[in-house]
């Protein structure tokens, strides 16, 4: 049996501000900084040790990542960052406070965007779209549905995370809520239209036991 555990970064200051963030770089508020501490204090108490931990390219995953790695004792591992795992590019919806669009669009478009599998948010101009974005190789995306993000992010499953695991490597993952959302529809085989009802709240980490295939056999929230 091996671990999977995964995380979503502590509140950034755009979870405070209801504002829709994707690969804007924001920083953790101190309430964020606070339960980053928290939740590495009780995967201490699962007396984990990780081989690897796995981040995003953007801020608020990144020193979550390193907070929970000092608050269990373990910051010599290996850390990778990919812009794989960045969250969900939102688009032109990048930085608006989210019920601000909800009454200038109203709801079935904003909870389509928002939490739907396929729903495209209205897409960035071109003109502020950045290259090589974070040394990811690629022009920024315009905006993604979290199906796009989905299909970038599972080959960097395939690649780095699973091999570890298959020999028998416990593997951390910090990342975004979107993000985190795909790879459990991965994990868990959740069809699309039922993804909208999963959540996956700051700093809470998820405990998986995987087996040699790579089958669940428990899950826990701690």
Same mark, same amino acid.
């Given at each position: 049996?091996?671990? &999977?555990?995964?995380?979503?970064?502590?509140? +950034?200051? @755009?979870?405070?501000?209801?504002?829709?963030?994707? /690969?804007?770089?924001?920083? &953790?508020?101190?309430?964020?900084?606070? %339960?980053?501490?928290?939740?590495? %204090?009780?995967?201490?108490?699962?007396?984990?040790?990780?081989?690897?931990?796995?981040?995003?390219?953007?801020? $608020?995953?990144?020193?979550? @990542?390193?907070?929970? *790695?000092?608050?269990?004792? !373990?910051?010599?591992?290996?850390?990778? =960052?990919? /812009?794989?795992?960045?969250?969900?590019?939102?688009?032109?919806?990048?930085?608006?406070?989210?019920?601000?669009?909800?009454?200038?669009?109203?709801?079935?478009?904003?909870?389509?965007? $928002?939490?739907?599998?396929?729903?495209?948010?209205?897409?960035?101009?071109? +003109?502020?779209?950045?290259?090589?974005?974070?040394?990811?190789?690629?022009?920024?995306? *315009?905006?993604?549905? &979290?199906?796009?993000?989905?299909?970038?992010?599972?080959?960097? /499953?395939?690649?780095?995370?699973?091999?570890?695991?298959?020999?028998? =490597?416990? !593997? *951390?993952?910090?990342?975004?809520?979107?993000?985190? $959302?795909?790879?459990?529809?991965?994990?868990?085989?959740?069809?699309?239209?039922?993804?909208?009802?999963?959540?996956?709240?700051? @700093? !809470?980490?998820?405990?998986?036991?995987?087996?040699?295939?790579?089958?669940?056999?428990?899950?826990?929230?701690?």
């Amino acid at each position: 049996m091996v671990k &999977l555990v995964i995380m979503r970064h502590g509140q +950034s200051l @755009a979870n405070k501000n209801d504002i829709f963030t994707g /690969w804007n770089d924001v920083p &953790l508020t101190n309430t964020g900084e606070e %339960q980053a501490h928290l939740a590495g %204090q009780k995967l201490f108490s699962e007396n984990l040790h990780f081989s690897d931990v796995h981040t995003s390219l953007l801020l $608020r995953a990144i020193k979550t @990542a390193n907070i929970v *790695l000092e608050e269990i004792n !373990q910051l010599y591992i290996d850390e990778h =960052k990919s /812009w794989r795992l960045n969250e969900r590019h939102y688009g032109a919806l990048r930085g608006k406070n989210k019920q601000l669009i909800k009454e200038k669009y109203g709801i079935e478009k904003f909870n389509t965007w $928002r939490r739907g599998f396929y729903g495209l948010p209205p897409l960035l101009n071109p +003109s502020d779209a950045i290259f090589n974005y974070c040394n990811c190789a690629i022009l920024e995306p *315009l905006g993604e549905s &979290l199906s796009m993000a989905y299909k970038r992010l599972i080959p960097y /499953w395939v690649n780095y995370i699973a091999p570890n695991l298959i020999n028998n =490597k416990n !593997q *951390l993952v910090v990342a975004h809520g979107s993000t985190l $959302r795909a790879l459990i529809k991965f994990l868990e085989k959740i069809p699309d239209d039922e993804l909208n009802a999963v959540e996956v709240p700051n @700093a !809470q980490p998820i405990i998986y036991t995987l087996n040699s295939r790579m089958e669940i056999i428990d899950k826990k929230i701690i």
